[in-house]
């Protein structure tokens, strides 16, 4: 990539198999032979031309470019199918101010949750023309995803709990690999861009013996640092953090538990994951810059001209054939021929995000960045810590999200939980900007 020009690049989805196990092949799904895909780093200002091949046999598939800023019709939404067998070009310019931690991944219809969960998701990093933060720190996405084998190797279908609450798998790894390794000097400090790539696990972050400042949201740089112990990161949620080691030895990125509320038996016991081992030598770095106190202004999107009110549902019926699930917005399954909203570009709007359903859901919505106002639950109203420019959002069960939101593009944007097997049962509805 230059430093302002053409991106160009190609991304082939096809089958490949993978040893996760001694002895056993696992059949997954990758871009350009790899799994997560290639990280693609582009730079504000360039002009990005994807050549997308589906070589996914018999399956339509598209890529969606998650929390970037690109025209409806180059966005991958499911209205937009590239055939199997089929070759697509995506283009779109990246506009000043828009570097961030954004990432890919299919978005057919019916088809999101399987084809991600084999996987399929990259990395897009787009860089920032003047970045404040130190170069010396180095740069480095880690993606988690998570995995589910069978006694022979392979990935086994969605069950009833998996569409209940999500598939989560037995495995998380990193960048495709379980607890890899990083080896940093004494008092090395690195720039780490941690996204939550699962279909349905909720990552809740802490390092130990390193310290950990949040300097980045999904979409771009905060204001300034801000210095946490631990981090919820829901899925499809990114954070950027500068992570400081300055004890000799060995410095861990652990999961702690979080309840996000589960249905039926079999909870997974998150806490105590070990996600990465970074080995801190003895031998100390040289001097790193400290961390910028301000990182970039982020201008509030002001007063909303429109609020909009979408309530999430849950429904479980049992009927003769079995158990019927409905995962509602404002009590409609997703329908690809139906608008939901219409909103016009350039307007602010309000969006009110409730849930009261017995599950957290991460909300997401496409093709621009919004602000969160506030959260409300029981009467009780609090403000995020720090303003941040986001696309994913946890409304926890029985909470109230309240944000701020501007669309500059006219076209079809999609929203929806991102737990993909609520995406698929209907938790998903369609604003179209004018
Ligand atoms: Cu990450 Cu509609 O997608
Ligand atoms: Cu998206
Ligand atoms: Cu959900």
């Known amino acids: 990539a230059g430093r302002s020009g053409l ?31 290639p990280l693609i780093a582009a730079y504000e200002g360039d002009r990005v031309e994807i ?13 969606h470019w998650h929390g970037m800023p690109v025209p409806a019709d180059q966005d991958g939404n499911p209205m937009d199918p590239v055939a199997a067998g089929a070759d697509r070009v995506y283009a779109f310019e990246l506009p000043g101010g828009s570097a961030g931690s954004y990432w890919y991944h299919p978005h057919p219809h ?70 890899p390794k990083l080896a940093v000097a004494l008092g090395a400090k690195r720039r780490l861009r941690l996204y939550n790539a699962t279909n349905a696990r909720f990552l809740r972050l802490a390092f130990a013996n390193a310290a950990m400042t949040v300097i980045g949201s999904d979409g771009g740089l905060l204001e300034a640092p801000v210095a946490i112990d631990e981090i919820l990161l829901s899925p499809a949620e990114r954070v950027e953090l500068v992570v400081a080691f300055d004890k000799p030895g060995a410095a861990t990125l652990t999961t702690l538990d979080y309840d996000r509320g589960w249905m039926g038996p079999g909870r997974p016991s998150d806490a105590g994951l070990t996600l990465l081992t970074v080995d801190v030598a003895n031998t100390p770095a040289e001097a790193m810059p400290p961390v910028p106190e301000r990182l970039r202004p982020i201008a509030p999107l002001g007063q909303p001209a429109v609020s909009r009110r979408l309530v999430f549902t849950e429904t479980m019926a049992m009927n003769p054939t079995g158990m019927e699930m409905g995962f509602l917005i404002n009590g409609k399954a997703f329908d690809m021929a139906r608008v939901d909203i219409v909103a016009r570009a350039g307007e602010t709007e309000l969006w009110e995000i409730v849930n009261q359903a017995d599950m957290d859901h991460p909300f997401h919505l496409h093709g621009t960045q919004f602000q969160v106002i506030e959260h409300e639950r029981d009467g009780k109203v609090s403000k995020p810590p720090y303003l941040a420019w986001k696309d994913t959002v946890n409304v926890a069960r029985g909470e109230t999200v309240r944000l701020v939101t501007r669309q500059e593009r006219p076209g079809a944007r999609m929203y929806h939980c991102h737990i993909l097997e609520h995406e698929q049962l209907g938790m998903m509805g369609i604003v179209d900007v004018q």
């Open 7 to 37: 991106f160009r690049a190609r991304l082939t989805a096809e089958a490949a198999t993978a040893r996760f196990v001694e002895g056993q092949d696992t059949p997954i799904l990758t871009y350009n032979g790899t799994s997560p895909g």
């Open 51 to 63: 050549t997308f091949a589906n070589r996914i046999e018999g399956e339509q598939s598209t890529v």
């Open 110 to 179: 019916g088809r999101t949750s399987e084809q991600v969960y084999r996987g399929l998701a990259g990395a897009f990093v787009v860089k920032a023309k003047a970045d404040p933060i130190p170069a010396a720190y180095g740069d480095t996405a880690l993606m988690f995803t998570d995995l589910r084998l069978a006694a022979d190797g392979s990935m086994p279908d969605n069950t009833m709990t998996d569409l209940m609450n999500g598939r989560v798998g037995d495995h998380v790894l990193v960048n495709g690999q379980k607890n």
